[in-house]
């Protein structure tokens, strides 16, 4: 009885080893076929997309057509009773199907791989936002990690091991590493909501209520950088951020309108220094004339003639420099006409009173 074992499981192997051979000369016959209509495709996509995805399917498919014979094979031994509770039989099947499985996650990941990897490379740098190149790595992990969990569940399941267990495990460990990554997580989320709202994108002049303010740098996955007109480079959570009240200078529009406050001597002639302040504002290269800009008496301070200058300029990055000069500019016009500029004084009169003071000898304790 075990001779007869042996001779039919040497029968076995041997059957086996040549639908191996078969198989892998089949899968060489595939692969040379679709080399041929590789180039030929290659050659109209060029390196379009479909190039690539034909690309990363040539190995696959040479499994494909290996494991398919395989799979033939083992159904046209499980016609033979006495072979196939054989241990070879069993482990020449289960051996097909995993291999065959791992084989289609590899080709999934591979195509979820090249996929991202043409977007990045032909799409996402003409989006305005940057949320593709922060987002779509991330996304591609998870789904390779998603893809290899689910060939691993469905290999054991396949060879009868309880996979329930381990589906729940995974749970419960994602969900202690979510609880413990909790603040990382909401600083994701957060980013992912600035790059979806997009209340400043990246070169934008920002300022935050703590009092930080300068140009972003970059909106990354868990913080923001900001670089302050000190070059200082202020990194931000992503949750805070989004907590907290962002004044963007050049959002819809780089032009920003400046405040200018001018105080000028009592008995100025007021007419007259408006007309300065207007030549002023309108040679200044700074200034913009549409809209043109207003000058306006706002009020009597306690050593000066109050004015107001509102004007225009074309980037709000330059709020200081155009401060600076128009500034400058008021101040030599001012000299030249002999505008007086004041500053704080008070005048102090005392008069005189037949009051004496106490008279000596008489002073109060």
């Given at each position: 009885?075990t001779?007869?074992?042996t001779?039919?499981?040497?029968?076995?192997?041997?059957?086996?080893?040549?639908?191996?051979l078969?198989a892998?000369?089949?899968?060489?016959l595939?692969?040379?076929?679709w080399?041929f209509?590789l180039?030929?495709?290659?050659?109209?996509a060029?390196?379009?997309?479909n190039?690539?995805?034909?690309?990363i399917s040539?190995?696959?498919?040479?499994l494909?057509?290996?494991?398919?014979?395989?799979?033939?094979?083992?159904?046209r031994?499980?016609?033979?009773?006495?072979w196939?509770?054989?241990?070879?039989?069993?482990?020449?099947?289960?051996?097909?199907?995993?291999?065959g499985?791992?084989a289609?996650?590899l080709w999934?990941?591979?195509?979820?791989?090249?996929i991202?990897?043409?977007?990045?490379?032909?799409?996402?740098?003409?989006?305005?936002s940057?949320?593709?190149e922060?987002?779509?790595?991330?996304?591609?992990?998870?789904?390779?990690?998603?893809?290899?969990?689910?060939?691993?569940?469905i290999?054991?399941?396949?060879?009868?091991?309880?996979?329930?267990?381990l589906i729940?495990?995974?749970g419960?460990a994602?969900?202690a590493?979510?609880?413990?990554?909790?603040?990382?997580?909401?600083n994701?989320l957060?980013?992912?909501?600035?790059l979806a709202?997009?209340p400043?994108r990246?070169?934008d002049?920002?300022?935050?209520s703590?009092?930080?303010?300068?140009?972003?740098l970059?909106?990354?996955?868990?913080?923001t950088?900001?670089m302050?007109?000190?070059?200082?480079?202020?990194?931000?959570p992503?949750?805070?951020?989004?907590?907290?009240?962002v004044?963007?200078?050049?959002?819809?529009d780089?032009?920003?309108?400046?405040?200018?406050?001018?105080?000028?001597?009592y008995?100025s002639?007021?007419?007259r220094?408006?007309a300065?302040l207007s030549?002023?504002?309108?040679?200044?290269?700074?200034?913009?004339?549409?809209?043109?800009?207003?000058?306006y008496?706002t009020?009597?301070?306690?050593?000066?003639?109050?004015?107001?200058?509102?004007?225009?300029?074309?980037?709000?990055?330059?709020?200081?420099?155009?401060t600076?000069?128009i500034?400058m500019d008021?101040?030599?016009?001012?000299?030249?006409?002999?505008?007086?500029i004041p500053f704080?004084q008070?005048d102090l009169y005392?008069?005189?009173?037949?009051?004496r003071g106490?008279?000596?000898?008489n002073?109060?304790?």
């Open positions: 009885m001779l007869n074992m001779q039919i499981e040497l029968e076995l192997i041997i059957i086996v080893l040549v639908h191996i078969a892998g000369f089949l899968a060489w595939a692969s040379q076929a080399s209509i180039g030929r495709i290659a050659k109209k060029g390196r379009d997309l190039a690539r995805l034909v690309t040539t190995k696959p498919i040479m494909l057509v290996f494991i398919l014979t395989l799979q033939v094979a083992a159904d031994l499980a016609r033979f009773p006495q196939v509770g054989s241990p070879v039989f069993s482990w020449f099947e289960y051996a097909s199907f995993m291999v499985a791992l289609a996650a999934l990941n591979a195509v979820v791989s090249t991202t990897d043409w977007y990045m490379t032909n799409i996402a740098h003409r989006t305005e940057n949320m593709d922060v987002f779509l790595p991330l996304i591609r992990k998870i789904l390779s990690v998603v893809i290899y969990f689910m060939a691993v569940t290999i054991l399941g396949h060879f009868g091991v309880e996979v329930t267990g729940a495990t995974a419960v994602s969900l590493i979510a609880l413990a990554a909790k603040e990382t997580l909401s994701m957060a980013g992912f909501m600035l709202d997009r400043f990246e070169g002049r920002i300022e935050l703590s009092g930080v303010r300068g140009d972003v970059q909106i990354g996955i868990r913080s950088r900001i302050t007109r000190e070059n200082l480079l202020v990194v931000i992503n949750m805070e951020l989004a907590n907290s009240q004044i963007n200078h050049i959002f819809t780089s032009r920003m309108r400046l405040r200018i406050a001018v105080g000028v001597a008995g002639d007021l007419h220094v408006k300065i030549d002023v504002l309108e040679k200044n290269s700074y200034v913009l004339q549409d809209p043109p800009p207003v000058v008496f009020d009597f301070g306690e050593s000066s003639l109050n004015l107001l200058i509102r004007c225009w300029i074309d980037d709000a990055r330059d709020r200081t420099r155009a600076d000069s500034n008021i101040n030599d016009a001012f000299d030249r006409e002999g505008i007086e704080p008070r005392i008069r005189s009173s037949r009051f106490p008279a000596s000898g002073i109060p304790d």
